[in-house]
């Protein structure tokens, strides 16, 4: 690794002011309770059908999608408490920051019908800047744009992306082509005129127009699940080989829950192929691997376990996490990770980059 | 070394009735009683995996191990599953169903007490409580008595 960027404004904050931040999550789930709270703020055509998404094949989880113990007391779906969240995650790890990602609403992005799926996204994020934007100064949010319709995700962005505590872009990891092709470019523009990273994250898979993993349709919810690293996978090796870095040389591609056990062996792969086949991108002036290691970030969670706890170390290693990794609870899915239990021990400069650090860089957060 | 333990009631028999569970804290110790199908059981309420209240999981079955494109659906009421990760434990023993042999969550004795307080009220009210005999009693029987958890 050659590449080195001179630190923030916020990484010397942050790093000035030492302990003051010990704890940042990077995907937490605010949930709405029923369609209606949304579709309220579609526009008067589309509000008529109410919101109607993409729905999945068939297959389901025997656990659901939420943790059973996650049910706000009021009742309701878990997520759609402000009270409970702060309850069973902000307070009880005493987290300085939660970077709310949404939840149940990302496949609007994998909508037939892109102009309806634009008017979702904007319906969550004005129902977002209602109930969740000021609740709470350790919250912040994520901007929601559909990705299969990319002028219309450019004037979202523009609109809103300036607010200073909505700090990326997030679209589904489903797509009905790569994330490196030009179709996506206004998107990545956008975000970086507003200086916002674009994260994606999983759900839509097997849904709508991306309708499923390369090998073939996945026959349940088990090998959906474990199926959605090898799109992620697909997802950066499409982003580094058709130059998005090159053309957006400040873009921050944040990859939610994909996973990190495969990153080390797309960057050797790449690395060995672009030796012998450099020519045929020849924007690319440095191994790709680095490009890696400079634009894309991984949450932990769901965190591999392997038998043995140090392969895992070994791995966080190998993809440099000191610089990539942030740490990820997914509050309140079935699959999270306990911020105390959920990753090994982990040596203390490392776990100090995981746990906020990067996120605290990324993000530009400082301690309050 | 041998382990002595105290007993704890938990409640009584009749309000914990079949398929139900009772989550109970004894010396900083979280512990869940359940009832599978009549017989009372106790498991340690941590989950091994990543510590999660594993007690106020789902109550449910399992598929039984089969060939492939086979479902066996079994032992109802008799697995706890976690309710972060979905583990399943089995009530019965504690151990985990995916590792039996290596991984499982502590379980303690349960048993069914007859009340002394109720059987001395039921066999003879007025002589030993000195109570007006008009009031009035039942007859009490195990079934109706308390759950006693040995910790
Ligand atoms: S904490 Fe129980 S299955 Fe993970």
């Known amino acids: 690794m050659t590449t080195t960027t001179a630190p923030t404004a916020a990484s010397a904050d942050a790093a000035d002011s030492g302990k003051q931040l010990s704890l940042i999550d990077c995907d937490v789930h605010n949930a709405f309770s029923s369609p209606d709270e949304i579709a309220r703020y579609l526009p008067k055509y589309f509000r008529q059908r109410g919101l109607s998404l993409p729905g999945r094949a068939g297959f389901s989880s025997p656990l659901g999608v939420a943790r059973a113990d996650a049910v706000p007391d009021e009742g309701g779906k878990p997520g759609s408490s402000i009270a409970k969240m702060r309850e069973q995650l902000i307070d009880a790890y ?23 799926g634009a008017a979702v996204a904007r319906a969550y994020n004005e129902w977002f800047a209602e109930k969740w934007l000021d609740a709470d100064p350790r919250m912040l949010g994520s901007l ?80 959906w699940h474990s199926n959605l690293s090898q799109n992620y996978m697909g997802q950066v090796s499409s982003l580094i080989s058709r130059g998005v870095f090159c053309e957006f040389p400040q873009l921050k591609f944040v990859c939610i829950e994909g996973g990190i056990g495969w990153a080390p062996h797309l960057m050797w792969r790449l690395d060995k192929n672009w030796k012998s086949l450099r020519a045929t991108t020849p924007w690319l002036t440095r191994p790709p691997s680095e490009y890696l290691v400079e634009h894309i970030r991984f949450t932990t969670q ?29 509050y309140p899915h079935w699959d999270n990770d306990c911020p105390v ?23 530009n957060l400082k301690p309050r | 070394m041998p382990q002595t333990t105290q007993r704890h009631t938990v409640c009584r028999a009749s309000e914990l009735p079949p398929g139900e569970r009772k989550i109970v804290e004894i ?108 009031v009035e009693t039942f007859p009490v029987s195990v079934e109706d008595g308390l759950v006693v958890l040995h910790v």
């Open chain 1, 341 to 363: 239990h959920g990753l090994p021990k982990l040596p203390e400069p490392l776990k100090q980059r995981i746990m906020w650090q990067n996120a605290a860089e990324l993000y």
């Open chain 1, 94 to 116: 005493n987290m300085d920051y939660v970077i709310l990602t949404g939840g149940g609403i990302l496949s609007c992005g994998v909508h037939a019908e892109a102009d309806y």
């Open chain 2, 27 to 134: 010396n900083g110790r979280s512990i869940g009683v359940f009832n599978v199908h009549g017989n009372y059981h106790a498991l340690r309420n941590i989950c091994p995996h990543q510590m999660a209240p594993l007690c106020q999981g789902k109550v449910t079955g399992t598929t039984l191990p089969s060939k492939p494109n086979e479902y066996q659906w079994d032992r109802e009421g008799e697995i706890v599953r976690c309710p972060w990760h979905g583990w399943e434990f089995d009530i019965l023993t504690g151990k985990s169903v995916f590792n039996p042999h290596k991984l499982r969550v502590k379980t303690y004795k349960v048993t069914i007490e007859q009340d002394d307080a109720q059987a001395r009220s039921g066999a003879c009210p007025a002589s030993e409580s000195g109570e007006d005999p008009s």
């Open chain 1, 302 to 330: 769901p965190i591999e376990e392997p038998e043995k706890k140090d392969h895992l170390l070994q791995i966080l290693d190998m993809v440099h996490a000191e610089k990539t990794v942030m740490f990820s609870s997914d």
């Open chain 1, 144 to 223: 929601l744009v559909a990705p299969n319709n990319p002028a219309e995700a450019v004037k979202e962005i523009r609109r809103i992306g300036g607010h200073e505590r909505l700090v990326q872009v997030i679209m589904t990891s489903a797509t009905r082509t790569a994330l490196g092709d030009r179709f996506y470019w206004p998107i990545y523009e956008a975000a970086c005129e507003m200086g916002m990273p674009v994260a994606v994250h999983p759900g839509a898979e097997s849904t709508g127009i991306a309708n499923t993993f390369a090998p073939g349709f996945p026959a349940s919810y088990f090998e």
